[in-house]
Structure formats: structure tokens, C-alpha cells
């Protein structure tokens, strides 16, 4: 089971406490002085506030209505890794994604352009998943008490067999904060997204469902 793995992620993913204050990397610092540096012209003043798209597209995550959440991708795109994600093809457990995205929430926090491009910074809540275990503790003495080697268990099999336990234990997690940047590109009169927007939650299901 690979619930070391699963802390080693969550660990190493940046984690702030509040909008703009995460440190940048060299090459993002780079980029936003390149942005800066770069006055919106006329044209991309007229274009809509690309964090309405963002916003948009977490409502729709957030709803369930991932089918309708895709529609916000750029056409070149690998939806496939997103897919994934929300559809719990990679936990094999969809119940299991719901409960972690009913509490998780996303907030944006301004954006900067450059040609037909977006940045948009956002600021996301979601449960700290560290704490998982913790959590399932009582269910997990419970099972070693049927004789069930816990062991060989993993997070879809528990969370298909016990979804409510496990929904339960997942709302009295702790929540923690992510600041990410999410690209947007300026396609067929609209904005859409050209970066994966779930890659943070993507990295930690793929370190549950080994």
C-alpha cells in the first residue's frame, strides 16, 4: 500500500497561506516580469476576465458536471490525465473523488496577460489527505479485528466497500492551502484552459490507487 508515498506528495506540494505568497520558482519569476513588462493592449482589454473561465470550470467540477467542466480545456489539451481524475477512473472509486472535491474550494486571485495568453493565480482549500489514516483509524482496527490483512488494502477497495465511512472521515480532515497558476489561451473567441487545473489533485490519487 502506498500511504508513504501518498505523505511524501502531499508534503511536497506548496502549500501557503494566502493568495500571492508562495515563493516562485526562477522560471515562473521570469515569466511574470515577462507578463508585466507587457501592458495589456486594446484588444485584450476587450477580451472577458479569463477567471470567470477558471471560476466557471470549478463550478462544474464542483457540480459533478465534469462532462461540462472538459468544454473549458484548449483544444490541445491532454484531457485524458483529467479524465481521470474526476471521473475516479484512477481510484477506481468516483465516490471516493466526490467526497475529497465537496470540500475542496477554489478562489482566484488576479491574472496577468501576454498576447493571447492568461495566467491566472488560484488559491485552492482542499482536505489534507496526510491525515487520511489518522482518520480511518477506527474503521481500519475494526477490519484487522474481522481477521482483514489491512495491508493489502487499497484506497478503492475501501472506499467502494465503506464509502460513507470514508466520506466521513475525509469531511473532518484539516484543510490545507495551494497556490497554483493555471495557463489559459485565447481560442475561437473564448478562453480556455491549456494547463492541467488538477494536477495537484491528480499526483495524490495516483499515489493512492498503488
Request: hydrophobic share 40%; aromatic share 6%; charged share 20%.
Amino acid at each position: 500500500m502506498a500511504w508513504a508515498s501518498l505523505l511524501l506528495v502531499v508534503l511536497l506540494v506548496t502549500i501557503s497561506t494566502g493568495c500571492g505568497t508562495r515563493p516562485k520558482l526562477e522560471d515562473e519569476q521570469v515569466e511574470e516580469e515577462a507578463l508585466f513588462t507587457s501592458p495589456p493592449t486594446e484588444e485584450q482589454e476587450e477580451k472577458p476576465n479569463p477567471e470567470e473561465t477558471v471560476r466557471t470550470f470549478w463550478a462544474a467540477v464542483r457540480g459533478g458536471n465534469y462532462s461540462q467542466a472538459l468544454n473549458y480545456l484548449a483544444s490541445g489539451v491532454n484531457s485524458a490525465p483529467i479524465q481521470g481524475v474526476i471521473s475516479g477512473k484512477m481510484t477506481g472509486s468516483r465516490k471516493f473523488v466526490d467526497a475529497i472535491v465537496a470540500h475542496m474550494d477554489l478562489n482566484t486571485c488576479g491574472h496577468n496577460l501576454s498576447g493571447e495568453y492568461a495566467t491566472v493565480s488560484v488559491e485552492l482549500t482542499m482536505p489534507d489527505l496526510s491525515r487520511l489514516m489518522e482518520a480511518l483509524t477506527p474503521l481500519l482496527a475494526q477490519l484487522m479485528q474481522q481477521g482483514v490483512d489491512i495491508s493489502n488494502l487499497k484506497m478503492s477497495d475501501l472506499a467502494n466497500k465503506y464509502s460513507v465511512e470514508i466520506a466521513s472521515a475525509i469531511a473532518t480532515l484539516p484543510t490545507m492551502r495551494i497556490e497554483e497558476n493555471i495557463v489559459l489561451v485565447w481560442e475561437k473567441d473564448q478562453w480556455k484552459i491549456a494547463t492541467d487545473p488538477l494536477q495537484f489533485l491528480q499526483n495524490a490519487l495516483e499515489s493512492l490507487s498503488g
